[in-house]
């Protein structure tokens, strides 16, 4: 069929009523892409997933001649994690990068990255992720029929923040009241190191902060800036407690909708943003915290000791191996060496 061209049709739309013009008007002087998939995220637009999203979403629309589209709604504007992971469950949005303690809600084997003090530096992280115990992760997603792509997204090493004061060893989390994710390994965690944590979607942490509802809150540097946690909390403690990632997944029947050639297209653009974003974040770990030092923060960096051997005592990492099984906490090891 010939092309409508943009003069005819803005010569025709003139006759048509106000009402049917709305704004999308220069839009149909192109054919709608065939498929128009929509993407869910938690993160404000500033964060490097959400620029190398939009990269990845505008190289497949080029790729494919126009043929796919993704449209991506940041910042919980289609609801908070828990609420998008059953809309990409049940296909009411086709992408979601929910962090691995998150879809650990539904996939338990997923928070495995999450143990505490499992991961001493990325060449670890990756090392795991983008090898066997990645590849475990994502079988066990495949069996929800989520579709995830190969390479995870950096979210960081979790940082402690409060209102109230340092924290130089696990005695002073005695008692804390911490907001953690909506993650029963975030739970059991802060529980063995003594804290009082509770659940919240990220869309929700600002405000507790802000109300005193909680008074401390755990996340990467990168997080604590674009999201302005700064602005609520006084001292990050640099606990480095958990290494925490996104998988970027896709609703099982909508990615098997995609013919093979496009299929191709999607993973290709979004697993080469997904590395650009690692090197992102990255390069932001360089200076962030200087930069949340100026903006008031006050940081210390307590050792590890005290944390790990309150977990050891608590029963963390025996537990946790056992819910984890011997296979997912095996590949985990390959990579990091003996746990516990
Ligand atoms: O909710 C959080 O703390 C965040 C942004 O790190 C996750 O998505 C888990």
């Known amino acids: 069929m010939k092309p409508i061209s943009r003069r005819h049709l803005l010569r025709h739309a003139a006759a048509l009523p106000a009402a049917g013009l709305g704004l999308g008007l220069p839009r149909f002087a192109q054919a709608a892409p065939e498929f128009s998939l929509k993407y869910g995220n938690n993160l404000p637009l500033t964060h490097p997933l959400n620029i190398r999203a939009q990269e990845a979403a505008d190289r497949v629309l080029k790729e494919s001649g126009g043929r796919v589209e993704i449209k991506i709604f940041p910042n919980n504007q289609l609801g908070g994690d828990t609420d998008m992971l059953s809309q990409v469950r049940s296909g009411g949005i086709d992408f979601f990068t929910p962090s691995a303690l998150v879809v650990a809600t539904l996939v338990p084997v997923a928070a495995i990255n999450a143990v505490g003090f499992a991961f001493s530096d990325y060449g670890q992280v990756w090392k795991a992720m983008d090898g066997g115990l990645g590849a475990h992760v994502r079988e066990a997603l495949a069996k929800m029929r989520l579709h995830a792509f190969e390479k995870m997204w950096d979210n960081g090493f979790r940082q402690t923040t409060t209102s109230n004061k340092p924290i130089q060893s696990a005695a002073d989390m005695s008692g804390m009241k911490i907001r953690v994710p ?27 902060l802000q109300t005193k509802i909680v008074d401390a809150q755990e996340n990467p ?3 604590i800036q674009v999201a302005k946690l700064y602005e609520v909390q006084k001292y990050c403690s640099l606990t480095n407690h958990i290494w925490d990632g996104f998988w970027f997944i ?9 013919p093979p050639d496009l299929q191709k297209i999607v993973a290709g653009a979004i697993n080469d943003a997904g590395l650009k974003q690692r090197e992102d974040i990255k390069k932001l770990n360089e200076t962030v915290q200087a930069d949340l030092a100026a903006k008031g923060l ?12 309150a977990l050891r005592e608590a029963g963390f990492y025996a537990d946790w191996k056992k819910r984890f099984g011997d296979e997912a906490w095996g590949l985990l090891e390959q990579a990091v060496g003996k746990l516990a």
């Open 221 to 223: 540097l990168p997080i």
């Open 250 to 258: 896709a609703n099982g029947a909508s990615w098997g909708r995609l």
């Open 298 to 309: 006050q940081f210390n960096a307590p050792k590890s000791d005290s944390f790990r051997a």
């Open 182 to 208: 909506v993650s029963p390994l975030s739970i059991a965690m802060f529980k063995g190191l003594g804290a009082a944590p509770a659940s919240l979607q990220f869309s929700e942490v600002y405000s507790a």
